[in-house]
């Protein structure tokens, strides 16, 4: 249809040559504003109004990405091309140059496309699992370096394959100039098929500063907001070439582990005496332990013949182990603690700093401020009830503890 139109009014202006370029050149423009007008206002204004009337959400996305409103910007070439035909002398250049239009707003059909594809799974369940920003930024760049090719090509009217052969040459400077590309692109299909770290998680890299959450994957960096609200930026290959440390664990499981020690005092651990024991017995948690063992340690004693002159002679709790299955039982009751999950009260060796009872648990869930809340309460509780063991908590002398020497030797 429009071969014939062009062909009719060629066929009249070449008898009239007074003014017919400027003629021509007035008419192919106002054919082309004429097309892209109604194509605008009318076909545009359709789509707008069925996209509007569907509950699909995906061709929103796109109609507010610009998509289709991008066609209309591809509809005055199709006038562009067919009037060169008015003007032989430079048909063959015009055409190159209509080419070149279309192939830009071909590129940016693309983008607009990719970004909208990146929008609507992003909305989807599956971001929750994989990010695809890296995979997109990476299609970009092809899509990119691909149109830069073909323009090349067409800018100096050679083929395709003539530029590539002419870019081989140059393959050693463009592996320089895209090496970080290049291996970021390797870490994102790697960091996505092995599931190594997605949005949300917390994870840790000493080496840059980086503890707390992913909140952008990209193909040359990977967004860490760290809990004092900075945000750390490491190129995406970095965490291929070097370790890090990943919480999804923790955070999938539903419980994050506490380990803390007390420290005490070497010289205020002892053996029990009847009167501690009748103590311990008030204790309902200690009861029954103490209750089974002293009858599994007078069995003992029997059995080997052990007179009960001395403590020394035989078995003996002490107020150290009472206090570690005290502990131990403490935490069983505890609401906060998670029973499903290793829990485990220990000894530490004895050292200069005294011999340490760490505890080994988890806590109900994982948030920061309840984790702490609930480690405070049970050491604050564990703190207070030492001295119903006889023992004492060992820290190094203050100046208080200095001047109240000093005070006594006075």
Not at 190 to 217: C, L, P, R
Not at 243 to 253: A, L, Q
Request: glycine share 6%; net charge neutral.
């Amino acid at each position: 249809m429009f071969s014939t139109v062009f062909t009719t009014i060629l066929t009249y202006l070449q008898s009239h040559t007074a003014g017919a370029y400027t003629l021509k050149v007035c008419l192919i423009l106002g054919a082309s504003i004429f097309l892209y007008t109604l194509l605008k206002m009318v076909l545009l204004e359709l789509i707008d109004k069925l996209v509007e009337s569907t509950d699909i959400t995906w061709d929103n996305t796109l109609n507010e990405h610009g998509v289709f409103i991008q066609f209309a910007y591809l509809t005055p070439a199709i006038v562009w091309y067919y009037g060169m035909f008015w003007f032989p002398t430079v048909t063959h250049h015009a055409h190159r140059m209509i080419s070149l239009y279309v192939l830009y707003n071909l590129l940016v059909l693309l983008e607009r496309l990719l970004n909208a594809g990146q929008e609507i799974y992003n909305a989807s369940s599956l971001s929750e699992e994989h990010s695809i920003k890296g995979y997109v930024q990476s299609i970009k760049l092809f899509v990119y370096l691909a149109g830069i090719l073909i323009a090349v090509a067409l800018l100096f009217d050679k083929s395709l394959l003539t530029v590539l052969s002419g870019i081989g040459a140059l393959t050693a400077i463009f592996l320089l100039i895209f090496r970080d590309t290049i291996l970021s692109f390797i870490a994102s299909i790697q960091i996505s098929s092995h599931n190594m770290f997605k949005i949300g998680d917390w994870i840790e890299m000493e080496k840059y500063g980086a503890n707390g959450t992913v909140i952008d994957i990209a193909l040359h960096k990977v967004k860490i907001q760290n809990w004092d609200m900075t945000i750390v930026a490491i190129p995406t290959f970095k965490f291929i070439d070097e370790s890090f440390k990943n919480w999804r664990g923790m955070t999938e499981c539903g419980g994050r582990r506490l380990k803390r020690a007390i420290y005490l005092d070497q010289a205020s651990v002892r053996l029990c005496d009847e009167e501690m024991l009748a103590s311990f017995r008030q204790v309902d948690l200690l009861r029954g332990y103490i209750d089974n063992r002293q009858q599994e340690i007078d069995l003992y004693n029997e059995e080997l013949g052990i007179k009960g002159d001395s403590a020394l002679n035989g078995r003996c709790m002490t107020n150290l182990g009472t206090f570690r299955h005290y502990v131990r039982a403490y935490l069983e009751r505890h609401p906060a603690i998670h029973k499903g999950m290793p829990l485990l009260v220990r000894h530490l060796s004895p050292g200069p700093e005294g011999i340490g009872v760490e505890i080994y648990a988890f806590v109900n869930g994982t948030a920061w401020t309840t984790f702490e809340n609930t480690q405070a309460d049970i050491f604050d509780h564990l703190l207070a009830a030492l001295p119903a063991f006889g023992l004492r908590v060992y820290q190094r002398p203050t100046g208080q503890d200095v001047a109240m020497l000093s005070g006594q030797r006075s």
